[in-house]
């Protein structure tokens, strides 16, 4: 498991591995829009401005994933730690 901060407030939200981090973010009140839920469309596409993405999904290209500052929440998941999104 890993854990995101929010960068707006500094709060930080509990990632479960069995959660995505778009159902943990509802969950703790905190919507992100999404459509396919699968890591194709890109709606819930989120800025990363610190630590490591573990991409999963199919819509960022390989060289925008190469550049981990953003993300689909939908589906992808962390290397680190920790994830601060632009949030
Ligand atoms: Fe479609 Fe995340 S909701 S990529």
Sequence with gaps: SFEVQLASSGRVIAIA???TVTQALAEAGVEILVSCEQGVCGTCLTRVLQGEVD???AYLTPEEQAANDQF???CSRAKSPRLVLDL
């Design 17 to 19: 591995p069995d959660k």
């Design 72 to 74: 689909t929440p939908c």
């Design 55 to 57: 991409h999963r999904d």
